[in-house]
């Protein structure tokens, strides 16, 4: 019988060429999971969306930064203007309270009533300041009105100026009358140059005054004068025959 012979031995494995590079790859531990990308898929430029998200997130702490600086200037402002506030009304408070400044004085000096397309007041009015070291500044916004049987006929402005203590200041109210006819008893007194016709009128005068002495002033006060003025007439050369001047604190 024929022995039969074992198969020949696998040839060996021939080695690498020396000038091709080795592929070595890096040692992957136990529990390591490699996940393969496709290539079309690595970017080697970020994507734009992913820098306005960078940018978004760089700029967000100073723009909160600036928002909180923001409200605490605005909440020491306030603060500041408050304390300001307490600071002056305490100081106008004792400003009146130690002083006691008195209420200005008034008189109707001049009545006249011009007669034209726009029928014009002519009052000529006297303040007096009777107090002894402190002056009065009177503000603008004063109110000035005239009235007959409680109806308003004409009406206009109190001028602002500064009266110093211990003085007495004349100055001229032009009221413009009110639109539409005369009042009857107006245009009588205006009109009968023969006799004399009496009329008596309610003037009013609203205004905010402020005391000061020295580098010392006291809070806005108001003031509302009421004069009741009779006048023989309306024609030439009126005379004052009466008047009731009151001021009070409103």
């Known amino acids: 019988m024929e022995e039969r012979l074992p198969p020949p031995p696998p040839p060996p494995l021939q080695p690498c060429a020396t000038n091709s590079p080795q592929l070595q790859l890096p040692y992957i531990g136990p529990g390591t ?18 820098a306005q998200i960078a940018e978004r997130y760089r700029n967000s702490p100073g723009k909160e930064k600036k928002r909180s600086c923001c409200c605490w200037f605005c909440v020491c402002l306030i603060v500041f203007i408050a304390i300001l506030i307490i600071i002056g009304a305490i100081v106008g408070a004792l400003f009146s309270m130690v002083l006691k400044p008195k209420s ?5 000096q001049c009545f006249q009533l011009k007669n034209s397309t726009q029928p014009l007041y002519n009052i000529t009015l006297k303040v007096n300041n009777p107090n002894s070291k402190v002056g009065i500044n009177y503000k603008q916004g004063g109110d000035v009105s005239l009235s007959l049987k ?22 001229r109210l032009a009221l413009k009358a009110s639109k539409g006819k005369l009042p009857m008893q107006v245009d009588k007194s ?23 002495m020295l580098s010392l002033h006291s809070g806005t006060i108001k003031y509302e004068v009421t004069c009741q003025v009779k006048v023989d007439t309306l024609a030439k050369n009126t005379r004052v025959l009466s008047q009731q001047c009151e001021t009070k604190r409103t």
């Open 150 to 171: 409680q109806r308003e006929i004409a009406s206009g402005t109190y001028p602002s100026f500064y009266q110093a203590h211990d003085n007495s200041r004349e100055f």
């Open 104 to 108: 200005p004085r008034f008189s109707v």
């Open 33 to 50: 999971y490699v996940v393969q990308v496709p290539k079309d898929q690595v970017y080697r430029i970020p994507p734009p969306e992913n």
């Open 190 to 212: 205006m009109m009968n140059k023969k006799k004399k016709v009496n009329v008596t009128c309610t003037l009013t005068i609203k205004i905010h005054a402020q005391m000061k």
